[in-house]
């Protein structure tokens, strides 16, 4: 069936280093949504792409739905404290009306 | 005051009983879902319902039973059957195939 992967499965960084999260699928994605889930929450939504090329930021945060809609990334630039948790991906699995999720990426920032 | 709320948020069960998980939702979501997510893990759907009295099994659906009388309420029944219950129970709803909303979610541990 159809899957996502998403890179790396953690990232530990310093206050202020950037950091990258990607998500890759084998089939050509119709959307993809970014959600956040701090430690011991649920997770939230963030935002969703859908044109093939698209880029949408929200403060520090920049989205990018690739070219060929298989591969997605979440960039933060200068990261804070309040960044920590896990961040996932999620596209849609065909008309089912559900989704399928990455495992996420866990960030933790060094203050 | 909307959204969707999940009780318990904790929850302990002898092995081997049933044990149902609430969720209600007051968005007018027409489809609800129920996700297990375990530690390190993504979220793997349990089942999903997109209308009143008809719903579908997810990725994980041994071991589990829902029920759908009312456009609120989606319970899940955890039944002696799912041989690694414990686990944190996520529930979600949506406007048909638009963005997913979480509840808090309920942690269950089965002593």
């Known amino acids: 069936g159809q899957q996502v992967m998403q890179i790396p499965q953690y990232q530990h960084v310093q206050e202020g280093e950037d950091f990258t999260t990607y998500c890759n699928s084998s089939?050509?994605?119709?959307?993809i949504q970014w959600y956040k889930q701090r430690p011991g929450g649920h997770p939230v939504f963030l935002i969703q792409?859908?044109?093939?090329?698209e880029v949408k930021k929200q403060k520090r945060l920049t989205f990018q739905f690739g070219e060929a809609k298989k591969n997605s990334s979440l960039h933060i630039t200068a990261t804070q404290t309040t960044d920590v948790g896990t961040y996932f991906c999620?596209?849609?699995?065909?008309?089912?009306?559900?989704?399928?999720f990455g495992k996420g990426t866990k960030l933790s920032v060094k203050p | 005051d909307g959204g969707i709320t999940q009780s318990p948020k904790y929850l302990f069960r002898k092995e081997g009983q049933n044990v149902t998980l609430s969720c209600e939702q007051n968005?007018?979501?027409?489809?609800m879902y129920w996700y297990r997510q375990d530690p390190g893990q993504g979220l793997r759907l349990i089942y999903y319902?997109?209308?009143?009295?008809?719903?579908q099994k997810g990725d994980i659906a041994e071991g589990y039973s829902v029920s759908r009388e009312k456009k609120e309420s989606f319970p899940l029944t955890v039944t002696s059957a799912q041989k690694n219950p414990t686990a944190f129970y996520l529930c979600?709803?949506?406007?048909?195939?638009?963005?997913?909303?979480f509840g808090p979610g309920t942690r269950l541990t089965v002593l």
């Open positions: 319902s997109q209308i009143v009295n008809d719903f």
């Open positions: 089939t050509t994605l119709s959307n």
């Open positions: 792409l859908v044109k093939s090329g």
């Open positions: 968005l007018n979501h027409d489809a």
């Open positions: 999620a596209v849609s699995r065909g008309s089912q009306g559900n989704l399928i």
């Open positions: 979600a709803s949506s406007l048909r195939t638009d963005t997913q909303y």
